[in-house]
């Protein structure tokens, strides 16, 4: 299982490009995350799709599309990319957003994302 | 509404030392609390976990936390420091809304090791 993997590892947008961030996840996870990084905040919550089909947004969605294509795969759109958006983006899956809350969460590798 | 404090950004410790990271935790139900490493240039993982029963947890590489109700803490410790943990950790609680759950994190704090 390769778990959560994503794309691009790194990126360089200049300020008003648009771009989509890949990610997929082998584990029949139902339930996907997308989160940014940045230095001294932790990790703040962008959208998240309990299921297929559904999408749902976090503490920060300004400025973010994106997409539950499939079981497996959940994008990240920057329409018009601005440099406050320089951050790491980490994407994550987990079996079931309902229910206790017991679940681990699983994290890919991040996206790098530089606007300048 | 449920949230995370970790108290000290940076903590550095020696080679073979005591290591504890510090946690509080809001919530207004009873708490699923996690502890996540993250090794410079990768994502997170988990280094364990306390939902219900026993209050101290055993994570990996020596890793233990200790749920205490009464403090609302979750704090990290490994009783002796290794160079290899060298890294950041971040305190999660599980945030109930909507009929959905989800994780809040702590800003992190990140390990320093010396020889």
């Known amino acids: 299982n390769a778990g959560v993997t994503q794309t691009p590892k790194f990126q360089v947008l200049k300020t008003g490009q648009s771009m989509t961030l890949q990610c997929a996840q082998d584990?029949?996870?139902?339930?996907m995350y997308w989160y940014r990084q940045d230095p001294g905040m932790g990790l703040r919550l962008i959208y998240y799709?309990?299921?297929?089909?559904?999408?749902d947004k976090g503490e920060v969605p300004n400025g973010y599309n994106v997409s539950r294509l499939n079981k497996r795969e959940f994008s990240l759109r920057l329409e018009s990319a601005a440099p406050s958006q320089t951050s790491v983006y980490f994407c994550?899956?987990?079996?079931?957003?309902?229910?206790?809350?017991?679940?681990?969460?699983?994290f890919g590798p991040g996206t790098r994302l530089t606007v300048l | 509404a449920q949230s995370v404090t970790q108290l000290g950004s940076h903590v550095s410790v020696s080679e073979g030392a005591l290591v504890l990271l510090r946690c509080n935790y809001s919530?207004?139900?009873?708490?699923?609390l996690f502890w996540y490493v993250q090794y410079p240039n990768q994502g997170l993982q988990l280094l364990l976990k306390?939902?219900?029963?026993?209050?101290l947890v055993k994570g990996i590489n020596g890793f233990e936390a200790e749920f205490k109700k009464s403090e609302t803490s979750f704090h990290l410790t490994k009783p002796s420091a290794h160079m290899s943990d060298a890294a950041e950790y971040f305190c999660?609680?599980?945030?109930?809304?909507?009929?959905?759950?989800?994780?809040?994190f702590g800003a992190g704090t990140r390990l320093a090791v010396h020889p």
């Open positions: 919530s207004s139900v009873p708490p699923y």
């Open positions: 584990m029949n996870h139902n339930s």
């Open positions: 306390y939902t219900t029963g026993a209050t």
């Open positions: 799709s309990a299921s297929e089909g559904t999408t």
């Open positions: 994550a899956s987990r079996k079931s957003l309902r229910g206790g809350g017991t679940d681990t969460q699983y």
């Open positions: 999660a609680v599980t945030l109930f809304s909507g009929g959905y759950n989800k994780l809040i």
